[in-house]
């Protein structure tokens, strides 16, 4: 069963700074480009970063570029989100993802986490 697990969400004074952690089941990681979407009240979720399956390749959206920083460890499946410099309209749910490439006569898919809860307030 394949399994995306986000984890290190909370609360943060604006300015401050929040790693989230998402593990993916190791038959998917090494194969999938990682990435992370974030959906605040009210919003269409909204793309944030994503990462290449050789880590050569990162991508920010711009309302995080110089902020936010993502990277994979892949000894431990894990990808991160390092968030710099908080503020009020990062506030989301914040979803970790595998897009996986099509492999023999498995099509592509992309598996979601269940996602966790950012709020950045005083």
């Known amino acids: 069963q394949v399994q995306v697990v986000e984890s290190g969400g909370g609360l943060v004074q604006p300015g401050g700074s929040l790693r989230l952690s998402c593990v993916a089941s190791g038959r998917i990681f090494s194969r999938s480009v990682m990435g992370w979407y974030r959906q605040a009240p009210g919003k269409q979720r909204e793309w944030v970063a994503s990462i290449s399956r050789s880590e050569t390749s990162t991508n920010t959206a711009d309302s995080v570029k110089g902020r936010f920083t993502i990277s994979r460890d892949s000894g431990q499946n894990t990808v991160y989100l390092q968030m710099n410099s908080l503020k009020p309209e990062d506030t989301a749910v914040y979803y970790c993802?595998?897009?996986?490439?099509?492999?023999?006569?498995?099509?592509?898919?992309?598996?979601w986490g269940q996602g966790t809860q950012v709020t950045v307030s005083s």
């Open positions: 993802y595998a897009d996986v490439p099509p492999l023999g006569n498995y099509s592509a898919k992309k598996y």
